[in-house]
């Protein structure tokens, strides 16, 4: 299996500009986590969701940012406008509820607003 | 106030040696991780845990649910061991996850 897959690797973008960060959670996974991590923050989660579901969306920082889940196999963060501090490196993990106990990351998506 | 502490933040040891991370939260949890977060960025899940111990290759992880602790130990230690550990921990009330700041482990050859 691929694993996690995200896009892009790395974005640079101006402040205002709309971002979108895409993720392919590994075929037959059922729940997919985004997660951002600055030096400041650390790691934190933002949403997640179970069967294509959002279940919690609770780490969200702001309007700015939105998660869909159109189908399984495929998912988006938007955030419109992005400011700099929205730099960060974004993560997209996914897991096999019933089966499996291991979160999947992917490599991460690595967001600059300038 | 963290739900999550871990020490110590920064580690250096020798090859060889026995190693050992601690976390305490103060939240009741359904489960607990420990990540891996390698120089480069990428993160690993290493172990779920929701009671007792559990054995991976030279790691091992042990939580209390009453002490709400967990440690995660590293046998035999080697050079690639050295990464970021981080505890996360997935609270019963609310369904949240809370993360550590992360132990940055460093095993010198």
């Known amino acids: 299996d691929a694993g996690v897959i995200q896009s892009p690797r790395h974005e640079v973008t101006e402040m205002g500009q709309e971002v979108t960060l895409r993720c392919k959670p590994i075929?037959?996974?059922?729940?997919l986590f985004w997660y951002r991590q600055t030096m400041m923050r650390g790691l934190e989660l933002l949403i997640y969701?179970?069967?294509?579901?959002?279940?919690?969306d609770s780490g969200m920082p702001e309007d700015r940012f939105s998660a869909k889940m159109p189908n399984a196999s495929f998912s988006t963060l938007k955030i419109q406008p992005s400011e700099p501090r929205d730099s960060a490196v974004y993560f997209c993990?996914?897991?096999?509820?019933?089966?499996?106990?291991?979160?999947?990351f992917g490599e991460g998506s690595w967001l600059t607003v300038v | 106030k963290n739900e999550v502490e871990q020490s110590p933040q920064n580690l250096t040891a020798q090859e060889g040696e026995f190693i050992t991370i601690n976390c305490s939260y103060s939240?009741?949890?359904?489960?607990l991780h420990w990540l891996q977060q390698h120089p480069g960025g990428g993160i690993v899940s290493l172990f779920m845990?929701?009671?007792g111990k559990k054995k991976h290759g030279r790691l091992i992880a042990t939580i209390n649910i009453q002490e709400k602790h967990s440690s995660l130990h590293i046998t035999a230690s080697h050079p690639r061991d050295s990464a970021v550990y981080i505890c996360?921990?997935?609270?019963?009330?609310?369904?949240?996850?809370?993360f550590g700041t992360g132990t940055s482990l460093t095993v010198i050859p």
């Open positions: 993990a996914s897991r096999e509820v019933l089966t499996g106990n291991t979160i999947y």
């Open positions: 075929s037959g996974h059922n729940s």
């Open positions: 969701f179970n069967n294509n579901v959002p279940i919690d």
């Open positions: 939240v009741g949890i359904s489960a």
């Open positions: 845990l929701s009671s």
């Open positions: 996360a921990v997935y609270s019963n009330t609310g369904n949240q996850f809370y």
